[in-house]
């Protein structure tokens, strides 16, 4: 909703409104700005926009997360790093389903402005080797799932490994 400058300057005069209060002996409303001084700490690190997308596509919702991530008008001023990749991240998996071309100009973005998450980061990868399947880019796609299985750590991603793993062999 905000610039990631103007969160920083809203919980700066808040937690200086929160000293204040418990300079005034108010103890109790210092704690509730103090609260509130986290929220715009945690919008800070995570987009609320970006957060929204990412419940709607849990429920395979494309629609509503692609209304939810046009509210960023300006990611690359709007954003931190981390928070562009998840931007470009979101867009890549959305377009993955109808334009793999530009599916995997985001998701190369993502992988190049890095994910907070390993797992994150494998599906990314994991994605980008399916593309290159698919335009018949069988080292590149090879190379890819190997970074992919190193990322993923828990066995996430194991049995999607093994579905192109198959399809791999065909090519």
């Not at 190049?112 to 018949?136: F, V």
């Not at 970074?147 to 062999?169: N, S």
């Amino acid at each position: 909703m905000f610039n990631k400058n103007i969160k920083l300057a809203l919980a700066a005069l808040t937690f200086a409104w929160s000293i204040y209060e418990f300079t005034q002996g108010h103890i109790g409303n210092g704690i509730a700005i103090l609260l509130l001084v986290s929220i715009f700490i945690l919008f800070y690190f995570k987009n609320e926009f970006i957060l929204l997308a990412f419940i709607q596509l849990r429920r395979q919702n494309f629609e509503g997360a692609k209304k939810w991530l046009s509210f960023i008008k300006n990611p690359s001023s709007a954003l931190t790093r981390k928070q562009e990749g998840y931007y470009n991240y979101l867009h890549g998996i959305m377009l993955s389903q109808t334009n793999i071309t530009q599916a995997e100009k985001f998701l190369k973005k993502a992988v190049k402005l890095g994910l907070a998450m390993d797992h994150d980061l494998a599906m990314a990868k994991l994605q980008l080797a399916g593309i290159a399947m698919t335009k018949r880019r069988k080292r590149e796609a090879t190379a890819l799932m190997s970074e992919a299985k190193k990322l993923d750590k828990h066995g996430m991603l194991k049995e999607q490994m093994q579905m192109m793993k198959q399809q791999m062999k065909r090519i």
